[in-house]
């Protein structure tokens, strides 16, 4: 499996963005997804994670209500969408698919990672 982020860019803050993952074959709809981000010098940070047909979300504590994922697995994608961007936000975005059709938080839990999309929040 392979996958494909891409929607990030360079706002300003109180801006939003809609980030998108792709999976390359349909087998990715049967395992959980997650995005994570790392900023400069900081370690990869949990963010989101979905179950394989959505019906399960979880989302890290600081973000939630400004993070919202989904999914549709018609089009073998997830996607974030993110609201009130502020410039701690800056990171490089990645999304994950998990070795179960459920997610954890943890990283190594996933097995496919895409190249990540860089998101700028300017002040």
């Known amino acids: 499996v392979q996958l494909q982020a891409s929607g990030g860019g360079l706002v300003q803050a109180g801006a939003s963005l809609r980030l998108s993952c792709a999976a390359s074959?349909?087998?990715?709809?049967?395992?959980?997804v997650g995005w994570f981000r790392q900023a400069p010098g900081k370690e990869r940070e949990f963010i989101a994670a979905?179950?394989?047909?959505?019906?399960?979300?979880a989302y890290a504590d600081s973000l939630k209500g400004r993070f919202t994922i989904s999914r549709d697995n018609a089009k073998n994608t997830v996607y974030l969408e993110m609201n009130s961007l502020k410039p701690e936000d800056t990171a490089v975005y990645y999304c994950?698919?998990?070795?179960?059709?459920?997610?954890?938080?943890?990283?190594?839990?996933?097995?496919?990672w895409g190249q990540g999309t860089l998101v700028t929040v300017s002040s």
């Open positions: 979905i179950s394989w047909n959505g019906g399960s979300t």
């Open positions: 074959r349909r087998t990715s709809t049967n395992n959980g």
């Open positions: 994950a698919s998990h070795r179960h059709s459920y997610y954890s938080k943890d990283a190594p839990s996933y097995i496919y």
